[in-house]
């Protein structure tokens, strides 16, 4: 049977070390403190609540910093995927297909659409659209209704990004469109879809350079 604590033997060595909690701060957040001392805290019980929103404010950091490798963890296996697919592919009718497949699947995009033009199709296109589709723009937001008509044909979508690539004589468009207005409001990052433009621009080109 184990030997009960005095709790005069804690006091009196808590008093004897009173630098005791330095350099043990989680333990002062685990224990309670009361007193009768009415609505005013005391010093102690506020460093208490100090030490425990502390700590559970570096716990949801940590977590969110978890739950964002994770997700980046993920776009990096399947942007790698999506990269080897395209170097991999033979022609550019291959390489549409594995983008419009790919992003759908993978990357939970509602349509997208890889298209090739040549320089009278794109002018027309701007001119229905007012949007300028010069090598390297890229134009995310909510459309209206026409203009997404004429990128898109019949269909629910709401709002877009849109990617211009030039290889050759050609001027290809990286369309992804989805059903939600909010999805794509303009502000996001496309840090991800100018790297998936660029390894499509540099595939499509040494195609047509071998061919």
């Known amino acids: 049977m184990s030997k009960s604590i005095d709790p005069k033997d804690v006091e009196i060595f808590l008093l004897d070390n009173p630098d005791f909690f330095v350099s043990r701060e989680a333990i002062l957040s685990?224990?309670?403190?009361?007193?009768?001392?009415?609505?005013?805290?005391?010093?102690l019980e506020r460093q208490i609540k100090r030490l425990r929103e502390e700590q559970n404010t570096l716990m949801n950091l940590l977590t969110s910093f978890?739950?964002?490798?994770?997700?980046?963890?993920?776009?990096?296996?399947?942007?790698?995927n999506l990269t080897l697919a395209i170097l991999e592919a033979t022609n550019a009718k291959d390489i549409t297909r594995i983008i419009e497949n790919d992003f759908t699947k993978n990357f939970s995009v509602d349509e997208c659409s890889l298209k090739f033009f040549n320089n009278s199709d794109i002018t027309e296109?701007?001119?229905?659209?007012?949007?300028?589709?010069?090598?390297?723009?890229?134009?995310?937001?909510?459309?209206?209704?026409?203009?997404?008509?004429?990128?898109?044909?019949?269909?629910?979508v709401k709002s877009a990004v849109i990617a211009v690539l030039v290889y050759g004589k050609k001027i290809g468009?990286?369309?992804?469109?989805?059903?939600?207005?909010?999805?794509?409001?303009?502000?996001?990052?496309?840090?991800?879809?100018?790297?998936?433009?660029?390894?499509?621009e540099k595939?499509?080109?040494?195609?047509?350079?071998n061919g």
């Open 30 to 43: 685990e224990l309670d403190f009361k007193h009768d001392a009415g609505n005013a805290a005391s010093l």
């Open 66 to 80: 978890v739950d964002e490798a994770k997700i980046n963890e993920d776009l990096f296996i399947k942007s790698k």
């Open 125 to 156: 296109i701007e001119e229905k659209t007012g949007l300028s589709l010069h090598k390297g723009s890229i134009h995310c937001g909510s459309f209206s209704s026409e203009k997404l008509s004429v990128l898109f044909g019949d269909t629910k």
């Open 173 to 200: 468009m990286l369309q992804l469109g989805s059903y939600d207005r909010t999805r794509y409001l303009g502000d996001e990052d496309t840090t991800f879809i100018e790297y998936v433009r660029d390894v499509l």
């Open 203 to 209: 595939r499509l080109s040494s195609l047509a350079s």
